[in-house]
Nanobody
Framework: QVQLVESGGGLVQAGGSLRLSCAATPRSFSINAMGWYRQAPGKQRELVATITSGGIRNYADFVKGRFTISRDNAKNTVYLQMNSLKPDDTAVYYC???????????WGQGTQVTVSS
């Protein structure tokens, strides 16, 4: 069993910044890619960014140039630096870890990000 704990969410004004963290406990060498997804009220959960254990990054078009995903493999922790936040970024942000053995997908409980205008 892998527990993912997100932190760093909160309320910010448009144009502000937040840094989200997601720590996997206990540490597991079976974890491959990790990433961030978000879900706004009335919308489907959508990909924000992913990063492999080798450091390959993938971003959704709507966050390119504003968000940066990073990973500390030794700590099994993934980060999401969010700059130039917009009200449309308001959502619950979820951390996901992909494993090479069941359960293949592991989700955190989410952290709320609210951007006011």
């Amino acid at each position: 069993q892998v527990q993912l704990v997100e932190s760093g969410g909160g309320l910010v004004q448009a144009g502000g910044s937040l840094r989200l963290s997601c720590a996997a406990t206990p540490r597991s060498f079976s974890i491959n890619a990790m990433g961030w997804y978000r879900q706004a009220p009335g919308k489907q959960r959508e990909l924000v960014a992913t990063i492999t254990s080798g450091g390959i990054r993938n971003y959704a078009d709507f966050v390119k140039g504003r968000f940066t995903i990073s990973r500390d493999n030794a700590k099994n922790t993934v980060y999401l630096q969010m700059n130039s936040l917009k009200p449309d970024d308001t959502a619950v942000y979820y951390c996901k870890a992909d494993r090479s053995r069941p359960p293949y997908e592991n989700w955190g409980q989410g952290t709320q990000v609210t951007v006011s205008s």
